[in-house]
């Protein structure tokens, strides 16, 4: 029985030695490379237009998943799952900082995530957002450079001039207030916005001296926004990875993106062997149908649902409403990587972190998540046996 006091079933994943490799050209992939041996929604106040649809649309598909699903989908974890740092350890240090990612790296994270946008001058930075107003000082630098809509936009600015903004931790836009007042204190120490560049050069660097191999997580931020802004992002992120040697299937590099037909492009057009992960959204219900999960296997290996696309809450017994996605997704191929999950942001049917973790890893069985808390997360896994 797991901690909740529901039958843990046991049943075996469907094992993913052989899926959709097959399918994809060139792309051969060795047996256990999907889960690997080493090692609430977000508040992202800006996510424009990636294939999310209406926010009706999105908990009517919950609810009906959770109907469906009244009955616990339980698959115990066969092998070790892997840990995403979120953002870096962002939990203890501004997002997406070189600090934040040294740090997650030294708690043990498996992967490190890079959100990335672009320049002025065409170079890939490490940013959440295309705007640069709630994570940076640019207001006060830069007064007179926001657009019509008052925000200030990465795109508007060169590196060199991004290059002289403080990091802070994420603030509210409407508010200015601390989206989490007890991390990081604002306006101490020194932070930048790395390059995407700089940012592997560190990680890469990193597994030389320590002799690990931690792998990056990148995320194509708003492909079709950079688009109409003039500019093709997946083809620049595409090069930096190319150039710094993730160039195939056994590269230690996911590709994230929200929108699936840029993912489609990346792998049909851009002809690009490393591994792809297609992001959930608010529109995701026709892509995790069985169906559409397989349609998503002919193109990417994964998926990155949100904690809620994967348990909708509690019945009235009490029992977590798991959706059948993370099966489905399992029998179509595809691990499974949720986001995200947070100590100091719970969702409301657990009271503690390690029981969110039981839940994900040890009762859904995912291959992996997203977390802001590296060293908690490995805690779990330890006190689990599984590390
Ligand atoms: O990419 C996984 C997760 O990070 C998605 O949410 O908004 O934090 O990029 P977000
Ligand atoms: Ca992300």
């Known amino acids: 029985r797991s901690d909740h006091g529901r039958s843990v079933l046991g049943i075996c994943r469907p094992h993913l030695a052989d899926p959709v490799h097959r399918r994809l050209p060139g792309l051969i992939m060795m047996k256990n490379q999907y889960r690997e041996n080493t090692s609430m929604l977000s508040p992202s106040s800006s996510r424009p237009s990636q294939g999310k649809g209406s926010g009706l649309g999105f908990f009517a598909v919950l609810l009906l998943l959770s109907l469906l699903t009244a009955y616990p989908v339980l698959i115990q974890a066969q092998t070790t799952p892997i840990i995403i740092s ?86 509210d836009i409407r508010s200015g207030n601390t989206i989490y007042p007890d991390r990081f204190p604002t306006g101490k120490s020194t932070f930048a916005v790395p390059t995407l560049a700089e940012e592997i050069e560190l990680i890469q660097g990193l597994n030389q001296s320590t002799g690990k191999n931690v792998g990056i997580y990148p995320e194509i931020k708003n492909p079709a926004w950079h688009r109409e802004q003039g500019k093709d992002i997946s083809v620049i992120i595409l090069k930096t990875l190319t150039d710094y040697g993730y160039t195939n ?139």
Not at 115 to 131: E, G, K, R
Request: charged share 25%.
């Open 249 to 387: 299937e056994n590269s230690k590099v996911y590709l994230q993106c929200f929108d699936p037909d840029e993912l489609k492009r990346i792998r049909f057009e851009l002809k690009t062997r490393i591994k792809l992960v297609q992001l959930l959204g608010q529109n995701f219900n026709t892509m995790v149908t069985p169906q559409g999960l397989q349609g998503l296997s002919s193109y990417v290996q994964g998926i990155g649902p949100s904690i809620w696309h994967l348990v909708t809450g509690k019945n009235e017994a009490g029992q977590f409403n798991i959706t059948p996605i993370a099966k489905n997704a399992r029998a179509a191929g595809l691990v499974v990587h949720p986001y995200t999950f947070r100590v100091d942001a719970l969702p409301p049917y657990v009271d503690h972190y390690d029981d969110l973790l039981q839940l994900f890893y040890i009762d859904i069985g995912v291959e992996g998540l997203f977390t802001d808390f590296p060293d908690r997360t490995m805690g779990f896994l330890k006190k689990n046996g599984l590390r």
């Open 86 to 171: 979120h953002r870096g350890a962002s939990g203890y240090l501004p997002e997406h900082t070189l600090a934040a990612k040294v740090l997650a790296y030294g708690m043990g994270a498996d992967y490190i995530e890079q959100d990335v946008v672009l320049t002025a001058d065409n170079i890939p930075v490490v940013l959440h957002d295309i705007h640069l107003d709630t994570v940076t000082d640019v207001k006060e630098k830069y007064p007179d450079r926001s657009r019509d809509d008052g925000r200030f936009y990465a795109i508007d600015f060169t590196l060199a001039e991004i290059k002289t903004l403080r990091v802070h931790e994420r603030t």
